[in-house]
């Protein structure tokens, strides 16, 4: 495990310093298909995270519950950046329970949006699962949990 | 209106009046045209890398000129963006939205590209069409969001 893990974005950034502590053999998601998907999921991060940055201060009060679960997007996808981004077997747990969250999050508000669009004012990141990101968040989970199930053993043995 | 108000102020400011609205238009004009010609550049990049993850190549020398140019040209969208802003110009859903929408729109690419770096397959030829994508959605909002 010589080579660079990622540079270009915050998230991958911070993974610079947790490569040098990188023991030999920690699973490597950011590899191949892994790759695309966690560029996809840092564009989700910053574009949720600026998003729900911008709602919570600008105005919050005219529809709390849709910003606020823009919120819980945002952190979500935010933490499953970084899960990748680390590597390793707990981390791929983690993300794999995290990703099945994520598509519970996008099918039950997306479901709530479609039967009462009155509870929401203010469209949230997961609205009708997705559709003003071209359906990008429901689709992501189901790839992700793809990816990380693919990638389970990968590990010190053959690594 | 900006000429007819001008014109009420009397004949020496309507001269300087005009010629200011001229060069307003004309950056106008040309935030416009930037934004369509990054969103055009951003659709070949797409193609581009999209055939070359297709042909399972890795990004090459071409492509890295490719995403320079894409990046140059959205840069100075984020030049003129700002100096539009800078002369008092609105954007029509918010200056704190324009100006992240602007950035996001100039680090795309570049960020792409360089995860590209780190992975010689054809995987990291589909990152880079996943942020050309990216490029191309954002152009469509900045055009909303500076004109509404």
């Known amino acids: ?159 | 209106m900006a000429k007819a108000t001008a014109a009420a102020a009397g004949p020496g400011r309507a001269g300087a009046r005009a010629r200011g609205a001229v060069v307003r238009n004309s950056l106008g004009a040309m935030l416009d045209a930037l934004t369509v010609a990054v969103g055009v550049a951003a659709l070949a990049l797409v193609a581009w890398c999209g055939f070359a993850a297709y042909r399972d190549q890795p990004t090459k020398d071409w492509h890295f000129i490719g995403m320079a140019v894409v990046s140059v040209l959205a840069l100075a969208q984020l030049v003129v963006g700002i100096v539009q802003l800078a002369r008092g110009e609105r954007a029509h859903d918010g200056t704190t939205t324009f100006v992240v929408y602007l950035i996001g729109a100039f680090l795309s690419v570049p960020a792409a590209a360089f995860l590209s770096l780190t992975e010689r397959t054809r995987w990291g030829s589909a990152t880079v069409a996943a942020g050309a994508v990216v490029l191309a959605v954002l152009e469509v909002r900045l055009y909303d969001i500076w004109g509404g």
């Not at chain 1, 949230?124 to 992700?144: D, E, H, K, Q, R």
């Open chain 1, 1 to 159: 495990m010589t080579e660079p893990v990622t540079a270009g974005t915050k998230a991958a950034e911070r993974s610079g310093a947790a490569g040098k502590s990188e023991r030999p053999g920690r699973t490597r998601l950011v590899a191949g298909p892994g790759l695309l998907l966690v560029w996809l999921y840092s564009v989700m991060s910053v574009g949720a995270v600026s998003r729900s940055v911008y709602e919570i201060v600008v105005r919050f009060d005219t529809a709390p519950l849709a910003h606020s679960l823009s919120a819980v997007a945002a952190v979500v996808y935010a933490f499953i950046t970084y899960t990748l981004v680390r590597g390793g077997e707990t981390a791929r747990r983690a993300a794999l329970v995290c990703c099945a969250a994520e598509l519970a999050g996008v099918l039950i508000v997306g479901t709530w949006t479609v039967l009462e669009p009155s509870a929401f004012p203010d469209s949230t990141v997961w609205s009708a699962y997705g559709m003003g990101y071209v359906f990008i968040p429901v689709l992501l989970p189901v790839t992700g949990m793809l990816w990380l199930r693919r990638s389970r053993g990968t590990g010190p043995a053959e690594a």
